[in-house]
């Protein structure tokens, strides 16, 4: 594969390796705003909650969220804030307005009721040892992490929206779509070559592995063509492929993958999939170790 295909070039030297630094889930700025609540502050909230586009639920935009996103416009990332990209469970999705263009802001719900889906992704994984229940110190570290996994899958070559900024449970990246609507799912239109769809979706499952990352939760549903390129969504859950489950959420990942592809009209099949992301890429130099 190569840029031809549409696929990003893995930066040279080292593959990033399964070491991770600390993620710090102490108090942030966001949150001496929020408690502090000076005038300036008091004011964007009111001008946020008054927001139509918006529509505004305490559970999402609670006062350490606002900020959170204060903290994100002082800083630059963020000057004006549209309308909802999508909803869910977890986390609203909104357009806004950046000194360079447009940018998608992802909030995490501090107030979720049910992390239960959160968790088969959450234990066994280092970072997050320590954290126990506390749902704040949970959702901070999930969404920096969802950060970090962005920044690894660029560097392994693989196309997602670039990471901008990380504020407590707000993610800044890039918005993929047009003036007119969010990029369309892989479900939402019609592939006129599906062998080289699939090529290229097999590729970007193989760089992730090889960058030791497994998505865990990957489908038609969070690939987009964007700019006639794929490009692969919500890495919130992403896990190292030391993590205990990792096997099972890439034996998932191929089902996924090759269930929809087979729809195509693609001669695929889960387990081949499977030993083509986990096999060693051949030596270029052909010589045997």
């Known amino acids: ?18 070491e991770w630094e600390e993620l710090d889930v102490s108090d942030t700025e966001a949150d001496r705003i929020a408690r502090a609540q000076d005038r300036e502050f008091l004011e964007f909230r009111k001008r946020i909650k008054n927001t139509e586009q918006f ?10 969220t606002l900020g959170a996103l204060y903290k994100l416009v002082q800083d630059s990332y963020v000057d004006a804030f549209g309308g909802p990209i999508s909803t869910g469970k977890e986390a609203n999705i909104y357009t806004a307005l950046a000194p360079d263009g447009e940018v998608a802001v992802k909030v995490y719900r501090i107030n979720a009721s049910d992390f239960k889906q959160m968790r088969a992704y959450l234990e066994g994984d280092p970072r997050f040892e320590g954290i126990g229940s506390d749902k704040k110190k949970v959702v901070v570290a999930w969404t920096k992490k969802e950060y970090a996994n962005l920044e690894r899958a660029r560097k392994a070559g693989v196309r997602v929206p670039e990471p901008i900024a ?23 239109v019609h592939i ?24 865990g939760d990957l489908s038609e549903f969070n690939i987009v063509v964007h700019e006639g390129e794929l490009c692969l969504l919500d890495l919130g859950q992403a896990v190292t492929v030391h993590h ?9 990942d191929c089902e996924n993958v090759a269930g929809f592809f087979a729809r195509q009209g693609v001669d695929v099949d889960a387990d081949d999939l499977l030993a083509h992301v986990t096999e060693p890429e051949p030596d270029p ?5």
């Open 1 to 18: 594969m190569t840029e031809d295909d549409g696929l990003l070039s893995a930066d040279d030297g080292e593959q990033p390796g399964d």
């Open 55 to 64: 529509k505004v639920e305490a559970s999402v935009f609670d006062d350490a």
């Open 166 to 188: 990380v504020e407590r449970n707000v993610l800044v990246m890039e918005y993929l779509g047009d003036d007119d609507r969010r990029a369309k799912r892989l479900n939402e």
């Open 192 to 215: 006129e070559n599906p062998e080289t769809t699939y090529e290229v979706v097999r590729e970007y499952m193989r760089r992730l592995y090889d960058a030791g990352l497994v998505h």
């Open 244 to 252: 205990p489950n990792s096997r099972e959420f890439l034996e998932r």
């Open 285 to 289: 130099s052909g010589n045997a170790e």
